[in-house]
């Protein structure tokens, strides 16, 4: 309908409603109808006025309109200018973490030379950190793992009874059973980093990730290397703090063939099942260097189904780690190499790994921490054989 006919309906139903000794049956659909017609007719009111201005605009007869958009108040001899200012630098934060456009005022009125592009474009920030790789992570898979309380008392035996041949009617000498024992204690390791609360808010998600990492290789590297040379004093007792049985720490003067061969007689038939060599990089390098008679390497180094290099030294697989000298590095009468088998070495966690986040209300600073209860000990050390560097060489 046009605007007549609408007009015309409208006060149609205007005198309907208006008529009080009428009833009215339909009066919702009525109320609807009468909405739509006042909708229809300001549209076309407003379309109409539309079509008046841009007439108006046409024949010159509008009235010329302006917008004033209020930029600076300041003082321009007191306001600081260029991208060092306070407000370019929030408004450049504002338009990094939010998107916001920078305000055209505080852009200069310049032609941008290549030379002035790095103080007004932002680097772009990789989601790492690039830190110094430390190897961690090889000897914990090997110890055998407990979670006993602390105090506790386990016993170890080192005499086993022996049976004998016997006639009829005939019986055997009653034997005994002795028992030693390990007590594990409470050695409790922590590590902890501190960053400020504008750090912490502030920084990279990568920033806090990388603190966490941090964090959990320092524990780790350092219950490995209490493992290998623990002290046993505040800290757990390492393999090499233990004192080989008789015969089973050699002195080396030099790496060669005879060193690998005393090794492997010195280690006793029972533990070379699971007997490995633990050793630098730089000591197995020495190894792999020699040769036998016939030109060919005494070490091998071969690859797993998923390439990862197998390091052997006469059959026996080997562990490298930075948690011993290397032979060249090591002084007179310290170990530089040794055969064990990681499974007599018993590592109790106590309190597992937690790692923690809280602020210091002092200082406001966000700490990670983490917290172990940690002891181990060698419970049996007769596969344990030493290659200490000789007094002279």
């Known amino acids: 309908m046009n605007k007549e006919q609408l007009l015309k309906r409208k006060a149609e139903i205007s005198a309907l409603l208006a008529d009080e000794t009428r009833s009215i049956d339909n009066l919702d659909e009525i109320g609807t109808e009468l909405r739509d017609i006042n909708d229809q007719l300001a549209a076309i009111e407003k379309r109409e006025q539309l079509m008046k201005d841009a007439a108006d605009i046409n024949t010159g007869t509008a009235l010329e309109t302006r917008t004033i958009q209020k930029f600076n108040t300041e003082n321009p001899e007191q306001r600081e ?20 456009a920078i305000p055209s005022e505080l852009r200069a009125d310049a032609i941008t030379k290549t030379g002035d592009v790095g103080s007004v474009i932002p680097q772009t920030v990789l989601n790492k950190i690039i830190e110094k790789i430390e190897a961690v992570g090889m000897i914990l898979p090997l110890v055998t793992r407990t979670a006993i309380k602390g105090g506790v008392t386990v016993p170890t035996s080192t005499v086993k009874p022996v049976a004998t041949w016997v ?30 609360l504008e750090v912490d808010t502030m920084a990279l998600p990568v920033f806090e990730s990388t ?3 941090n964090v959990v290789e320092a524990m780790t590297k350092a219950i490995e290397q209490s493992v290998i040379s623990g002290t046993g004093a505040g800290q757990p007792k390492g ?25 492997e007689a010195a280690l006793p038939l029972e533990y070379e099942a699971n007997a490995v060599w633990v050793m630098t990089k730089k000591t197995f ?27 052997v030294l006469l059959g ?17 009468g310290e170990a530089f190499a040794f055969l064990f088998n990681f499974k007599d070495y018993i590592l109790n966690t106590n309190y597992q790994m937690g790692v923690k986040k809280y602020e210091d209300n002092e200082t406001d600073d966000l700490v990670t921490k983490a917290i172990m209860i940690v002891d181990g000990k060698v419970a049996d050390k007769n596969s344990l054989v ?4 000789a007094t002279t060489v």
């Not at 504002?94 to 916001?100: I, R």
């Not at 006639?167 to 960053?195: M, P, W």
């Not at 026996?316 to 002084?331: G, K, P």
């Open 167 to 196: 006639a009829e009617g005939a019986g055997s000498d009653k034997q005994k059973k002795t028992t030693g024992s390990i007590t594990f204690n409470y050695h409790k390791l922590r590590c902890a980093v501190a960053a400020s």
């Open 285 to 311: 390098m020495d190894f792999a260097a020699m040769v036998d008679a016939n030109g060919q390497p005494i070490a091998r180094v071969t690859y797993g189904l998923n390439g990862k290099p197998e390091r």
């Open 239 to 263: 393999i090499l703090a233990e004192t080989p049985e008789e015969g089973q720490a050699l002195d080396v003067a030099k790496i060669e063939y005879k060193t690998l061969t005393d090794a």
């Open 211 to 213: 603190f966490i990492n």
């Open 81 to 100: 200018l260029g991208t060092d200012s306070l407000e370019y630098r929030n408004a450049f934060m504002n338009y990094v973490l939010k998107g916001e």
């Open 386 to 389: 030493v290659l200490k560097k």
């Open 316 to 332: 026996r697989s080997v562990v490298l780690c930075n948690y011993i000298d290397s032979f060249s590095t090591a002084t007179a």
